[in-house]
T-cell receptor, first 113, second 117 residues
Framework: AQSVTQLGSHVSVSEGALVLLRCNYSSSVPPYLFWYVQYPNQGLQLLLKYTSAATLVKGINGFEAEFKKSETSFHLTKPSAHMSDAAEYFCDVTTSGTYKYIFGTGTRLKVLA | GAVVSQHPSRVICKSGTSVKIECRSLDFQATTMFWYRQFPKQSLMLMATSNEGSKATYEQGVEKDKFLINHASLTLSTLTVTSAHPEDSSFYIC?????????????FGPGTRLTVT
C-alpha cells in the first residue's frame, strides 16, 4: 500500500523567500508522484508530476520538485514566493495499475508581505 | 485539453432530500472516474471508483446505498446523495482517468459544494 506524509500543515514565508513544502512517500513499487494546488472553494490544479523520467521536475508558476528515492521524498520548492502562491498544497502518490490517488493531508502556505 | 466539469458548483438542499452531482469529461473519454469528499481544511478522501458500464467500487466506510454512483457513458458519471443529512455537507470533487495516454493521471473537476440544511 502507498502512503504520503506532508510535514507541516502550515508554512509561512515572506514574499520573495524560498518556498519548501515537504512530502515523503511510502510505496513498495515505483511510484508516480504529484503536487497539486487548491485555492479556496476550487478544485485541484496540477503543479507538476513525477512519472519515472527525470528526477528533477519543473512545473507551472516557477515550482519544481526533486524525486529522491533514497530519501523517499518529493519536496516542492520555489525560489521566490509570491503573494499569489498562498494556497493549500497537496502531494499525492499512485502506482501503475492501482490508479488510486492517495493524498497527503495538505500544507497551507501563507505568504507574508 | 483534459477538462472535467461538475454540475452544479453549489447546491443547497433540505435534510431528507436527494441531490445529484454530475461529472463530465469534456474533451476526452474516461474509462474510470473517481469521487472524492473533502471536509473543511482537510484532505481529499476517495469515496469510490466508477468504471463505465459497471458497478462502482466503494472505499471502506462509504455507504453505497447513500452515495449512488452511475457511470453510464465514457464522459459522464453521477453521484447521488440520497436522504441527505447535514453531516453530508461537504465539498465533492470528481476526477477522470483518460482511456488513452498516461493512465496514471487523473484530471480533476472544480468541485461541488453541498450544503444540507
Amino acid at each position: 500500500a502507498q502512503s504520503v506524509t506532508q510535514l507541516g500543515s502550515h508554512v509561512s514565508v515572506s514574499e520573495g523567500a524560498l518556498v519548501l513544502l515537504r512530502c515523503n512517500y511510502s510505496s513498495s513499487v515505483p511510484p508516480y508522484l504529484f503536487w497539486y494546488v487548491q485555492y479556496p472553494n476550487q478544485g485541484l490544479q496540477l503543479l507538476l508530476k513525477y512519472t519515472s523520467a527525470a528526477t528533477l521536475v519543473k512545473g507551472i508558476n516557477g515550482f519544481e520538485a526533486e524525486f529522491k528515492k533514497s530519501e523517499t521524498s518529493f519536496h516542492l520548492t520555489k525560489p521566490s514566493a509570491h503573494m499569489s502562491d498562498a494556497a493549500e498544497y497537496f502531494c499525492d502518490v499512485t502506482t501503475s495499475g492501482t490508479y488510486k490517488y492517495i493524498f497527503g493531508t495538505g500544507t497551507r502556505l501563507k505568504v507574508l508581505a | 485539453g483534459a477538462v472535467v466539469s461538475q454540475h452544479p458548483s453549489r447546491v443547497i438542499c433540505k435534510s431528507g432530500t436527494s441531490v445529484k452531482i454530475e461529472c463530465r469529461s469534456l474533451d476526452f473519454q474516461a474509462t474510470t472516474m473517481f469521487w472524492y469528499r473533502q471536509f473543511p481544511k482537510q484532505s481529499l478522501m476517495l469515496m469510490a471508483t466508477s468504471n463505465e458500464g459497471s458497478k462502482a467500487t466503494y472505499e471502506q466506510g462509504v455507504e453505497k446505498d447513500k452515495f449512488l454512483i452511475n457511470h453510464a457513458s465514457l464522459t459522464l458519471s453521477t453521484l447521488t446523495v440520497t436522504s441527505a443529512h447535514p453531516e453530508d455537507s461537504s465539498f465533492y470533487i470528481c476526477s477522470a482517468r483518460p482511456q488513452t495516454g498516461n493512465l496514471n493521471e487523473q484530471y480533476f473537476g472544480p468541485g461541488t459544494r453541498l450544503t444540507v440544511t
